[in-house]
């Protein structure tokens, strides 16, 4: 119809480039650069500081607003973006996974399942340092290929948050003193986070390296051609189960 509507980024820019709030604001963009809206900020990034819209608004940019960029790469970004913006480069050996979980095992409300969490840890996944990302994910890297890649710390980020949702939700009181249904619950998050974009052959390869590692016997018993992802922890017994599709 050739109506002009106002986008997200524009309704938040309006909103928030305004003198008279009492507050400092920060606009994190979180996501990839791309080369076709990135381009349209260079007027907002150099001196003049206006966002200008297709619609011929030009909206000036406040004092009490800041705008970062949170990207992983700046592959698809012009020199001349990059020119008008403060480039703060974190290196993934610096800052890796190990930070981000070690600060959510600390939000877990029981000391005794906080050691517990770190012993799962320093078992199955290891730890990382400068030279090292840790026992899996070096295994991972040296030995199978992903369908897309995802960095070591967002991979993480979904164990945590897998894991938690299936040990702290209202349905799962009893797994509070079941030790060995903490562990499947833990085995079967990392394989659906930090394993999840592996490929069957390459499944089998993780299946393989996971039961080298159980020395408490808490992997599923699986028949041939068959890997730990195509069973899951029943949320009741705390127990390996076929899936079927309902």
Known sequence: SGEWTTGVFAAIWAKYNNRNNA???????????????IEDLNTVLDDNRILTLANGDRIPMTDNVKIMFEVET????SPATVSRAGIIYVSETDLDWTPVLEAWVRKR??????TFLR????KWIGASTPVDPGKCFDFLQRNTSEVMKEGRVGRISSFSQ?????????DSS???TNSKALERIFVYCLCWSVGSLLEAEDRMKFDIW???RDDGKIMPKVDVGET???????????KWEKWKPP
């Open 23 to 37: 507050f400092n604001t920060w606009i994190i963009a979180d996501g990839p650069v791309d080369a076709i809206w």
């Open 74 to 77: 700046l592959v698809n970004a």
């Open 109 to 114: 409300p029981d000391a005794a399942h906080q």
């Open 119 to 122: 012993s799962l840890i320093d």
């Open 162 to 170: 897998l894991f938690q949702g299936l040990t702290e939700g209202p």
């Open 174 to 176: 009893f797994i509070g």
């Open 210 to 212: 996971l039961r080298e």
């Open 228 to 238: 730990i992802y195509e069973y899951f922890v029943n949320g009741t017994s705390g």
